[in-house]
Each structure stands twice: as structure tokens, then as C-alpha cells.
């Protein structure tokens, strides 16, 4: 799953990931129920060589566990954005293309 970064901590990033695809990584993994919709991405868990992250970045994060205070440790996973949302992007442009040139056509 994609995550975007909310915060950056001496111990790690806390990273929102959405309630759905949370909802899906849990049923997989475990029997406990999750409110939060954010999780913590340890420093440990985060590879040395990785460009610098910012707040408001995407990246690919996977449930790692789920504490019995709701709590949620992520694992990072490599994702080529490219890859993973081909077809949105794709389509997204055509998409665009097609609105620009029925402005046009307005105007």
C-alpha cells in the first residue's frame, strides 16, 4: 500500500495509509480492530540509501504488526509509482487532453 508522510520523528516516520486498504492488510493479518489510520515506519525499517523524505511524500509501506493498543509498525516496501498507477496516469491524461481541447473549443 502507498502511504503519505505526516510527521518526521527521531525514531521514525509516521505515515497516513488509507482506512480501506488498512482495513484489508488487518483482515490478512490479524483479528484486531484498528482506528487509527496512520502508523509509525521505523528508522530501522527504512533504507540507508533513500533519498531524503519530506513531509507530504508517498511511499510504499506495508502492516507490519498491529499492537493491542490499536498501535500500527509499518515495514517499508519499494514501490515504482509508475508501475504500481500506469493506467491511472494514462487515463488521468487523456483525460485532460480531452477537457483542454473542449475549453478551447469554448473560448
Same mark, same amino acid.
Given at each position: 500500500?502507498?502511504?503519505?508522510?505526516?510527521?518526521?520523528?527521531? *525514531? %521514525?516516520?509516521?505515515?497516513? +495509509?488509507?482506512?480501506?486498504?488498512?482495513?484489508?492488510?488487518?483482515? @490478512?493479518?490479524?483479528?484486531?480492530?484498528?482506528?487509527?489510520?496512520? %502508523?509509525?515506519? $521505523?528508522?530501522?525499517?527504512?533504507? @540507508?540509501?533513500?533519498?531524503?523524505?519530506? +513531509?507530504?511524500?508517498?511511499? %510504499?509501506?506495508?502492516?507490519? @504488526?498491529?499492537?493491542?493498543?490499536?498501535? +500500527?509498525?509499518?515495514?517499508?516496501?519499494?514501490?515504482? *509509482?509508475?508501475?504500481?498507477?500506469?493506467?491511472?496516469?494514462?487515463?488521468?491524461?487523456? $483525460?485532460?487532453?480531452?477537457?483542454?481541447? @473542449?475549453?478551447?473549443?469554448?473560448?
Amino acid at each position: 500500500m502507498i502511504g503519505q508522510v505526516e510527521n518526521i520523528t527521531r *525514531f %521514525g516516520l509516521f505515515v497516513k +495509509i488509507s482506512a480501506d486498504e488498512l482495513t484489508d492488510e488487518i483482515k @490478512k493479518s490479524t483479528d484486531k480492530t484498528v482506528s487509527k489510520n496512520s %502508523g509509525l515506519l $521505523r528508522w530501522s525499517q527504512f533504507p @540507508k540509501n533513500h533519498p531524503k523524505v519530506q +513531509i507530504g511524500d508517498l511511499i %510504499g509501506v506495508e502492516v507490519f @504488526k498491529v499492537h493491542e493498543d490499536g498501535k +500500527i509498525d509499518l515495514n517499508y516496501q519499494e514501490k515504482n *509509482f509508475k508501475n504500481v498507477y500506469a493506467e491511472f496516469l494514462e487515463s488521468s491524461q487523456q $483525460r485532460i487532453t480531452e477537457l483542454e481541447q @473542449k475549453n478551447r473549443e469554448l473560448n
